[in-house]
Every structure is written in structure tokens, then in C-alpha cells.
């Protein structure tokens, strides 16, 4: 056809937040593998969806979204519950889709370098147009490490919202690719994990080698002291001073299990400092 596949300028990502729920002992689940017959596997906790937070790049800047399990009123200074925040997540995605395929097409007509005449004769070619639409109707958000965690927190919402056209690539435990196809729109919202298109890395190193960052960008999350009952006693917390944080959050509620690793002090330090700010 004469034109040129060119990257998309416009997507969107997004992080999940977690908190933890432990089985209690004696009430342990054992599943089997369907991959490996002999093997079991023992589930001790599940990991519950808290937050997701949605960024889309925009010719204007970046746009910021975040949805969470509790919502602040900030006149009562009480937290309320919105059970739904995943699927308000997945129906703002889907009106992203929109706007990102106008963006991506408009920015593939401006690198054409065609004159405004020329552009009309073209726009007039339904073959141009046939390819464009197909070319831009795929809208990516990105995760990062996606596959096993985030995307499978997307999967369980979307029988909560109708949604039928929806194709995975992948399996149960980890999903590569999540889209849904909304004919209305002519879009595709599609659910990737980056790093199926990088190398490995983490999170910091990724956003220093791809993205704009000089220095860390991960924050920090008391994943190892969260839990369902403490949750809203956490959340209202207004910190005074510095040694009240660390009656609140000490430094072990920062263990990395998945790692083995405890928190540095330097972290430890940048953490309050951070929260104390907010």
C-alpha cells in the first residue's frame, strides 16, 4: 500500500496496589497444577486489589488518574468503600481508547509532510483510510510485570461490567496480553506487559533507560503490615512527626518477602521524609 508503519506517539500505563489477606493457619487451601499433575501448591495468603493508578501521555503532557478500594471525603475526613474502583478503572480505559486513536492518527498524518491539498486528496482514499483506522484502533496501557499480577486483577472485573469481545493471550497464570474490542468505538483497549517488548529489568531501570527519570521512581509500600483489618486505621493516619511515622509504619513493615530483603535505612529516611509531605 505504499505506507509506512510508524510507533504509536500516544498509550497509556498502570500500577496496581496491593494489600494481603492471611489464611489462617489449619485453613490452608492445596491446589494442583495443571501443567504438573504431581505437583500441589499451598496457598497461605491472596493478595487483594487496593488501588490502581492510570497515567495516559497526551500531546499536552501526562494525564493522571487513580482509583481506589476507599474514597476520601476530605470535608468529613472519612473514607468511604467503592468496591467497583476496577471497573470505573476499566470504563475510563475504554474511553482513553478514543482519544489516543484520534491522537496517534493525527500525529501519523502530521509525519507525512504532506501539503493541506495533498492530505484532502488522500483523506478521500478509503484504502488510506481503511489502513489508518486499522493502524490506530489499538489503544495499549502498559503494566510493567503485568502478566502475572495486574492483568489478572483486570480479568475477574469484566464479567462485573458486560463485557463480551475480549481475546487473551496467554493462560491462567499469566497473561501477556488482555484486549477488548468495542465495535462501537472501532477500538481496541489492549492490556500489555512491558516487558515482553524490553529487557528484563526493574522498575527504576526501566524508567531511567526508557523514560525520562534520573533517579528512582518507585515508591514505598508497607506491604508486609497492610492487611483488611488495619486498612482504614492506616489510611486516616496524620502523621505529627517523625518518630510518630515510625510508630506507625517501623521500618520491618517494609520487609520484601518475594526478595528476602529488608529496607535500607537510607530508604527508610526517603520514606518519611516522602510522607510527611502528603
Known amino acids: 500500500h505504499g505506507y509506512n508503519y510508524t510507533p504509536m506517539k500516544y498509550y497509556g500505563c498502570y500500577d496496581f496496589e496491593t494489600f494481603e489477606s492471611v489464611v ?24 487483594h486489589e487496593f488501588s490502581v493508578a492510570l497515567a495516559i501521555k497526551t500531546p499536552d503532557g501526562i494525564e493522571t488518574e487513580y482509583f481506589c478500594y476507599y474514597d476520601y471525603n476530605i470535608l468529613t475526613n472519612k473514607l468511604t468503600k467503592n468496591p467497583r474502583f476496577v471497573e470505573q478503572f476499566i470504563q475510563r480505559c475504554i474511553y482513553w481508547t478514543e482519544q489516543i486513536r484520534r491522537w496517534n492518527i493525527k500525529e501519523f498524518k502530521q509525519n507525512m509532510g504532506l501539503s493541506p491539498e495533498s ?3 488522500l483523506e478521500s482514499n478509503k484504502y488510506f483510510n481503511e489502513y489508518l483506522n486499522k493502524w490506530a484502533r489499538k489503544a495499549s496501557i502498559f503494566g510493567f510485570n503485568s502478566e502475572k499480577f495486574d492483568t489478572q486483577f483486570l480479568r475477574k472485573h469484566l464479567d462485573e461490567i458486560a463485557i463480551k469481545n475480549i481475546s487473551v493471550l496467554g493462560d491462567v497464570s499469566s497473561i501477556k496480553q488482555l484486549m477488548i474490542t468495542n465495535d462501537e468505538l472501532k477500538t481496541d483497549l489492549v492490556y500489555r506487559d512491558v516487558l515482553n517488548y524490553i529487557s528484563k529489568c526493574s522498575l527504576d531501570e526501566a524508567s531511567q533507560s526508557y523514560g525520562m527519570a534520573g533517579n528512582r521512581v518507585k515508591g514505598f509500600f508497607p506491604y508486609a503490615m497492610l492487611n483488611k483489618d488495619n486498612l482504614m486505621e492506616i489510611l486516616l493516619v496524620e502523621p505529627e512527626n517523625e518518630q510518630h511515622i515510625e510508630s506507625i509504619f517501623p521500618q520491618s513493615a517494609f520487609y520484601n518477602d518475594l526478595k528476602q530483603e529488608a529496607m535500607s535505612d537510607e530508604d527508610y529516611k526517603c520514606f518519611k521524609t516522602e510522607f510527611m509531605k502528603y
Not at 494442583?32 to 505437583?39: E, G, I, M, V
Request: hydrophobic letters at 35%.
Open 24 to 47: 489462617k493457619r489449619g485453613q490452608e487451601e492445596t491446589i494442583k497444577d495443571d501443567l504438573k499433575p504431581d505437583a500441589k501448591s499451598e496457598i497461605i495468603s491472596y493478595l
Open 119 to 121: 492530505m484532502l486528496a
